[in-house]
């Protein structure tokens, strides 16, 4: 393994970030306007029945919807976005005083990806932080620039995940703190502040490669000025829309699991820009790598059989890993 930036001004494409050609089929298709507007929930009106409706729409559809009203001062959402902006403009000594590396060793905290050597890169740069459980976070490797706002988004956050994660219980006719409860003082959240610098070749690599979150949930804080977030539905990509102040809240592979596939997992990926920069923020919130990943039993009956097998999240998420480099998904496997 090793570590890796992204250099911001690059007159040509290194050999490394370019797609095998079987995953380009001769170049990365613009993505297509949405059929129909994506389903936008007003958190405080949860569970007025109306939201509750869209919701179900957005989670049984798309696998993800704009959250507004959230709870959350957009005030803080934007100086989190500013601050991060502000990072990545630094020069690349300053950036790397918060470098993932230790020792020389790469570790899943501060500025830098991880990747195999013979990997494929994706064209972004990223500071990982890691958020709960709250003794393993480790402040001097979050960049002073949004360190403050961070840790009060983290905190603010996290009320809105347990106010979205009960109103999906209750779709489900499960107790209403069923996927709280998983959610233990040893559950992992991170944060990935990602930063996508302009591509000379857009058509020839990917920001972000498509995958689905292997997590419960995430939120993610888009740039409100540049698009290059996709999601695929029914074989086809379409671009994402932003919505100042409010939240994309994407279902991940765990949840899907939780609910025997009531909910999707949505399928993203980030295509690049020739000319501009892009900046988002991304909260995972998952459970304790030691809970096993299975269906709810109250899901199931003679009729309703388990549609994905058992297995630790540690396992899970590590088999995520393998995968991503191979452009496939982990919860493939799991389907029974």
């Not at 269906?295 to 388990?306: I, K, N, S, V």
Request: contains cysteine; negative net charge.
């Amino acid at each position: 393994m090793g570590t890796r930036v992204v250099q911001h001004v690059s007159e040509e494409l290194p050999s490394r970030y370019v797609l095998p050609e079987q995953h380009r089929h001769g170049g990365i298709p613009a993505g297509e306007a949405m059929p129909e507007p994506l389903p936008v929930v007003d958190i405080g009106r949860l569970p007025a029945t109306d939201e509750a409706s869209k919701l179900r729409v957005a989670l049984e559809s798309w696998g993800l919807f704009l959250a507004t009203n959230h709870g959350i001062e957009v005030s803080l959402l934007d100086a989190l976005m500013d601050g991060a902006r502000e990072f990545f403009h630094q020069p690349l000594e300053t950036r790397q005083k918060f470098s993932n590396l230790v020792d020389g060793t790469p570790r899943h905290k501060g500025y830098g990806c991880l990747l195999s050597q013979d990997q494929t890169i994706d064209w972004f740069d990223r500071v990982h932080l890691a958020i709960d459980p709250e003794d393993e976070r480790d402040l001097s490797s979050w960049p002073h620039f949004f360190r403050d706002a961070m840790l009060e988004y983290a905190g603010e956050s996290k009320k809105t995940r347990d106010r979205v994660l009960r109103a999906m219980a209750t779709l489900l006719e499960l107790e209403e703190d069923h996927f709280v409860s998983k959610v233990t003082d040893r559950a992992i959240t991170f944060a990935a502040v990602n930063y996508y610098p302009p591509c000379p070749a857009p058509d020839r690599v990917f920001g972000f490669r498509p995958h689905s979150d292997g997590r419960l949930i995430t939120f993610l804080l888009a740039d409100k000025d540049i698009g290059g977030l996709q999601v695929r539905k029914d074989g086809r990509w379409y671009n994402v829309p932003t919505k100042p102040g409010s939240l994309l809240v994407f279902v991940g592979d765990s949840l899907e699991i939780m609910s025997n596939g009531a909910f999707k997992a949505a399928v993203h990926r980030v295509v690049t820009n020739p000319v501009k920069d892009r900046i988002s923020v991304a909260m995972f919130f998952g459970v304790d790598g030691d809970t096993v990943l299975e269906p709810a039993p109250a899901l199931l009956d003679e009729t309703r059989p388990a549609r994905y097998r058992k297995m630790r999240t540690k396992e899970y998420i590590q088999g995520i890993l393998e995968h991503y480099s191979l452009y496939e998904r982990m919860i493939e496997t799991m389907k029974i």
